[in-house]
Nanobody, 128 residues
């Protein structure tokens, strides 16, 4: 079992920055990849970013590439999402997620279906 708790959301003006945190507990944090997803009202959940267990491999959704950075510290059981140059279209509830135990092909970490554990979400609102 994995428990995930996000924090760091809030209201920010367009062009501003926010840093989201995801604190994990339960299974050994360094043993699994992690991901960030977001969901805006009336829209499907969207892939934002993933990191491999070591942080050595990362991937980003096209809409956030170059603006967002995912990172993790296995000693602190924490993952972050640094969001810069925020746009109103980034407004959403942001979720961190962990996949089921076992090997997960890197290429599949963009898909919500490989993640079994989800946090409660943190709201990010970007005003224009």
């Amino acid at each position: 079992q994995v428990q995930l708790v996000e924090s760091g959301g809030g209201l920010v003006q367009a062009g501003g920055s926010l840093r989201l945190s995801c604190a994990a507990s339960g299974r050994t944090f360094s043993s699994y990849a992690m991901g960030w997803f977001r969901q805006a009202p009336g829209k499907e959940r969207e892939f934002v970013a993933f990191t491999s267990w070591s942080g050595g491999s990362t991937g980003y959704g096209d809409s956030v590439k170059g603006r967002f950075t995912i990172s993790r510290d296995n000693a602190k059981n924490t993952m972050w999402l640094q969001m810069n140059s925020l746009k109103p279209e980034d407004t959403a509830v942001y979720y961190c997620a962990a996949p089921r135990p076992g090997p997960i092909p890197i290429a599949t970490l963009r898909y919500a279906r490989v993640y079994d554990y989800w946090g409660q979400g943190t709201q990010v609102t970007v005003s224009s």
